[in-house]
């Protein structure tokens, strides 16, 4: 389908509201694109959510003790990202893999349990998709790739969608850099424009995860915590429509052992026992305040540019668009770069003023403003992500 006519359909969506359709009209096609890619990912994001979660992930997370699990969930967070920390020190980045891969599962798995129990769990993070972009960097390249000649993508689009906690990769180093600079502006905190993840910034029910300092050299390999064996950290990823009955059988019957017969959280309960027994007030303290950050401020690849990382100019707006965002916030149309003027056309080609015609797709006199709901809903109002 072509973008116009892809547009017209959302026009025509719009029905009786014109302010939206007076922002999609003018929208430049390939910011329209891109909104619209983003809604996408997001549903594809989700897609283990509500009716697409699999049965063992929501026996989990009806089974789910408002304490003892989110208090075990964080530790186990917290245990791994300890690890990795000490193995970056350390310069094990095969070591420092593995305590990641951990730790986005058993946030992955929160994330979704949280949805189907939000009173027993719940989780703050900081995205990973700006960080992520670190090591997806393919783009198409050719004009003749089918891809882009179908006008779905253009030459310097990325190839690769972004996961999110769905993620699933053996190479985590692109944690260590800071944010790619296609997605610098979705990090919200500017404390974090410039270093690489914030793990230290993730909370469970309210608690921030203990990161406990390890001394790189006393690591001898890859050591788990009590909650990795929980079975659903294997289930809760089975799609839906290859979660058999088996499956769940099988989930229901290692869970059982898990809880009854294997030593696991009778070690879990005696450790933590003994750190509080060790330190009364600084076991109450655990998780009050972040630790110190996992890691520190890192310096910018000089190749970390693309196309789909070019902020827009003032030509991927419509005038009246740039003047609706200039009312919510003049800041940001300087760090959009949208207060740049096009280049002039050389004095001889350009019309007589009284000549000019109007440019092209400006609105009948009339049309509404753009309020500030509707751009917030595009990502381009202040606040936004």
Same mark, same amino acid.
């Given at each position: 389908?072509?973008?116009?006519?892809?547009?017209?359909?959302?026009?025509?969506?719009?029905?009786? &509201?014109?302010?939206?359709?007076?922002?999609?009209?003018?929208?430049?096609?390939?910011?329209?694109?891109?909104?619209?890619?983003?809604?996408?990912?997001?549903?594809?994001?989700?897609?283990?959510?509500?009716? @697409?979660?699999?049965?063992?992930?929501?026996?989990?997370?009806?089974?789910?003790?408002?304490?003892?699990?989110?208090?075990?969930?964080?530790?186990?967070?917290?245990?791994?990202?300890?690890?990795?920390?000490?193995?970056?020190?350390?310069?094990?980045?095969?070591?420092?893999?593995?305590?990641?891969?951990?730790?986005?599962?058993?946030?992955?798995?929160?994330?979704?349990?949280?949805?189907?129990?939000?009173?027993?769990?719940?989780?703050?993070?900081?995205?990973?998709?700006?960080?992520?972009?670190?090591?997806?960097?393919?783009?198409?390249?050719?004009?003749?790739?089918?891809?882009?000649?179908? @006008? &779905?993508?253009?030459?310097?689009?990325?190839? &690769?969608?972004?996961?999110?906690?769905?993620?699933?990769?053996?190479?985590?180093?692109?944690?260590?850099?800071?944010?790619?600079?296609?997605?610098?502006?979705?990090?919200?905190?500017?404390?974090?424009?410039?270093?690489?993840?914030?793990?230290?910034?993730?909370?469970?029910?309210?608690?921030?995860?203990?990161?406990?300092?390890?001394?790189?050299?006393?690591?001898?390999?890859?050591?788990?915590?009590?909650?990795?064996?929980?079975?659903?950290?294997?289930?809760?990823?089975?799609?839906?429509?290859?979660?058999?009955?088996?499956?769940?059988?099988?989930?229901?019957?290692?869970?059982?052992?898990?809880?009854?017969?294997?030593?696991?959280?009778?070690?879990?309960?005696?450790?933590?026992?003994?750190?509080?027994?060790?330190?009364?007030?600084?076991?109450?303290?655990?998780?009050?305040?972040?630790?110190?950050?996992?890691?520190?401020?890192?310096?910018?690849?000089?190749?970390?540019?693309?196309?789909?990382?070019?902020?827009?100019?003032?030509?991927?707006?419509?005038?009246?668009?740039?003047?609706?965002?200039?009312?919510?916030?003049?800041?940001?149309?300087?760090?959009?770069?949208?207060?740049?003027?096009?280049?002039?056309?050389?004095?001889?080609?350009?019309?007589?003023?009284?000549?000019?015609?109007?440019?092209?797709?400006?609105?009948?006199? @009339?049309?509404?403003?753009?309020?500030?709901?509707?751009?917030?809903?595009?990502?381009?109002?202040? @606040?936004?992500?």
């Amino acid at each position: 389908m072509k973008v116009d006519n892809f547009r017209e359909l959302l026009i025509k969506k719009a029905g009786d &509201n014109p302010t939206l359709q007076t922002l999609v009209r003018f929208m430049d096609e390939n910011v329209l694109a891109k909104k619209v890619l983003e809604v996408l990912e997001s549903l594809e994001k989700n897609s283990n959510k509500g009716a @697409g979660a699999n049965a063992s992930l929501t026996q989990f997370a009806s089974d789910l003790d408002p304490v003892s699990h989110p208090d075990m969930i964080r530790d186990a967070i917290g245990h791994h990202v300890s690890r990795y920390k000490a193995a970056i020190s350390g310069g094990r980045q095969d070591l420092a893999n593995s305590h990641a891969g951990k730790a986005f599962n058993i946030m992955n798995l929160t994330a979704k349990a949280q949805y189907h129990n939000p009173k027993a769990l719940s989780m703050e993070h900081v995205p990973i998709e700006p960080w992520e972009r670190n090591g997806k960097l393919s783009t198409y390249t050719d004009p003749e790739d089918p891809k882009v000649k179908s @006008g &779905n993508y253009d030459v310097g689009d990325f190839k &690769n969608v972004l996961k999110g906690l769905n993620i699933k990769t053996k190479d985590f180093s692109f944690l260590n850099k800071p944010p790619h600079s296609s997605k610098v502006d979705k990090v919200t905190d500017d404390r974090f424009k410039d270093t690489g993840y914030p793990f230290e910034e993730i909370k469970i029910n309210g608690k921030h995860i203990h990161v406990d300092d390890i001394d790189p050299d006393s690591l001898k390999g890859h050591e788990p915590h009590e909650f990795d064996h929980h079975p659903v950290n294997e289930h809760h990823s089975i799609p839906t429509k290859k979660h058999s009955q088996d499956d769940m059988k099988n989930y229901l019957s290692s869970r059982r052992h898990y809880e009854d017969e294997a030593p696991h959280v009778d070690n879990y309960d005696e450790r933590h026992a003994q750190l509080e027994e060790e330190d009364p007030s600084g076991y109450a303290q655990r998780g009050a305040q972040p630790a110190d950050p996992v890691h520190g401020p890192v310096e910018r690849d000089e190749e970390d540019a693309s196309s789909s990382g070019t902020p827009p100019s003032s030509g991927d707006f419509h005038p009246d668009v740039i003047e609706a965002i200039r009312k919510l916030n003049p800041e940001l149309v300087s760090k959009l770069g949208l207060d740049k003027p096009k280049e002039e056309e050389p004095e001889e080609q350009q019309q007589p003023e009284e000549q000019q015609q109007p440019e092209e797709g400006q609105p009948e006199e @009339g049309q509404p403003d753009i309020d500030s709901d509707l751009l917030a809903s595009f990502g381009i109002g202040e @606040g936004n992500d």
